[in-house]
Nanobody, 117 residues
Framework: QVQLVEYGGGLVQPGGSLRLSCAASGSIFGFNTMGWYRQAPGKERELVATLTSGGSTNYLNSVKGRFTISRDNAKNTVYLQMNSLKPEDTALYYC???????????WGQGTQVTVSS
């Protein structure tokens, strides 16, 4: 069974930075994608950033140039560096891992990011 554990959320002032981490444990094999979704109260969940095991990235338009996703394949860990944070980035951020060969997606428990002065 695969488990995802997230770290790094918190309260930050507008313009500040945070780094989220998500460590995956268990049986991880084949082509896979790790990334982050977020959901703010009263809003739909949105995909923030993804990074495949092959190195391809994808970002939500509103975070391009501010957020950077990276991963350490040896540690099965994905990171989200968030700079120039805005109040509208406030949300519960969820890490996910999708293993393509078995068409299965695993989720982290979520970590709260609050951007406020």
């Amino acid at each position: 069974q695969v488990q995802l554990v997230e770290y790094g959320g918190g309260l930050v002032q507008p313009g500040g930075s945070l780094r989220l981490s998500c460590a995956a444990s268990g049986s991880i094999f084949g082509f896979n994608t790790m990334g982050w979704y977020r959901q703010a109260p009263g809003k739909e969940r949105e995909l923030v950033a993804t990074l495949t095991s092959g190195g391809s990235t994808n970002y939500l338009n509103s975070v391009k140039g501010r957020f950077t996703i990276s991963r350490d394949n040896a540690k099965n860990t994905v990171y989200l560096q968030m700079n120039s944070l805005k109040p509208e980035d406030t949300a519960l951020y969820y890490c996910y891992l999708r293993i393509a060969p078995i068409a299965t997606t695993y989720w982290g428990q979520g970590t709260q990011v609050t951007v406020s002065s």
